[in-house]
């Protein structure tokens, strides 16, 4: 799920927050945040490496969120209120359309089960 914000931190363009299923977020980054604010490159073997990580901590029974950012608008750019409505209207497009971020890292919960559920 993404969100598209107008004047995020002073930028003055849009700027996509994304969240998701981190293999579907990482499908959807190009590049990659450091700690400090870097972008850089996503290659494949970046991407492996992220994947082997997550798959790991989802193993240990952790709920995992992937978190991306575009500064840049990505490829939302052109969204304005005004023509939002005709430009998203079409789920199909959500995947092209909320590309080029960059990865800033994920998230992991612990969910455990209720006592009351069998």
């Avoid at 494949?44 to 901590?57: E, T």
């Avoid at 995947?95 to 960059?102: L, M, P």
Wanted: contains cysteine; glycine residues 10%; aromatic residues 4%.
């Amino acid at each position: 799920m993404s969100t598209i914000i107008k004047g995020y931190n002073g930028i003055n363009n849009n700027v996509v927050l994304l969240k998701g299923a981190p293999e579907r977020v990482l499908e959807k980054c190009s590049k990659v945040m450091n700690n400090k604010g870097n972008v850089s490159d996503l290659d494949r073997n970046g991407n492996q490496k992220l994947v082997s990580q997550m798959k790991q901590v989802a193993s240990e029974g952790l709920r995992v969120l992937g978190i991306a950012i575009a500064l840049d608008g990505g490829n939302m750019k052109d969204i304005t209120s005004e023509n939002a409505s005709q430009k998203l209207a079409n789920t199909d497009e959500y995947k092209q359309k909320e590309g080029n971020c960059a990865f800033v890292g994920y998230v992991c919960i612990k969910d455990p089960v209720r006592h009351e559920v069998k």
